[in-house]
């Protein structure tokens, strides 16, 4: 469905079902990111490769859309309309990161501390990535 998708509406369209993908199947995420070989997203993967605190195995690139997040905060509003998943470790990560995200354009300081700890509780690395950004 993703990459149908992709093929007939482009890279904006499809970034729920990315997500959504990443989430729940890390390997088939990252086959479909092989045949899309989209120059932009081949782009951002090697870029998660080079950069991620992983495990350096496939199953990391289900932190993609967390990380993702950091690097291109402009895509929130896409990655916000993924559907609510397994509540994994990383589907949590990606979502406070929607909430601190707009925290920040808000002001919130309270919050947003509290959301930064539980981001470095359930990542550190991640944690640490999105602290250099700030």
Same mark, same amino acid.
């Given at each position: 469905?993703?990459?149908?998708?992709?093929?007939?509406?482009?890279?904006?369209?499809?970034?729920?079902?990315?997500?959504?993908? *990443?989430?729940? +199947?890390?390997?088939?995420?990252?086959?479909?990111?092989? =045949? $899309?070989?989209?120059?932009? %997203?081949?782009?951002? #993967?090697?870029?998660?490769?080079?950069?991620?605190?992983?495990?350096?195995?496939?199953?990391?690139?289900?932190?993609?859309?967390?990380?993702?997040?950091?690097?291109?905060?402009?895509?929130?509003?896409?990655?916000?309309? *993924?559907?609510? +998943?397994?509540?994994?470790?990383?589907?949590?990560?990606? =979502? $406070?990161?929607?909430?601190? %995200?707009?925290?920040? #354009?808000?002001?919130?300081?309270?919050?947003?501390?509290?959301?930064?700890?539980?981001?470095?509780?359930?990542?550190?690395?991640?944690?640490?990535?999105?602290?250099?950004?700030?």
């Amino acid at each position: 469905m993703a990459e149908a998708r992709y093929r007939a509406d482009g890279l904006e369209s499809v970034w729920p079902l990315l997500t959504e993908l *990443a989430w729940l +199947s890390p390997g088939h995420f990252a086959a479909l990111l092989q =045949r $899309l070989a989209d120059a932009s %997203l081949d782009a951002l #993967r090697r870029k998660f490769d080079a950069n991620f605190e992983g495990s350096g195995q496939t199953a990391d690139l289900a932190w993609f859309p967390a990380w993702v997040l950091i690097d291109k905060p402009g895509l929130a509003p896409q990655l916000r309309e *993924a559907q609510p +998943s397994r509540q994994t470790a990383p589907e949590r990560a990606t =979502r $406070l990161l929607l909430q601190i %995200l707009n925290l920040e #354009r808000q002001g919130h300081q309270h919050e947003l501390v509290e959301r930064r700890k539980a981001l470095r509780d359930l990542h550190a690395g991640l944690y640490a990535t999105y602290m250099k950004t700030r």
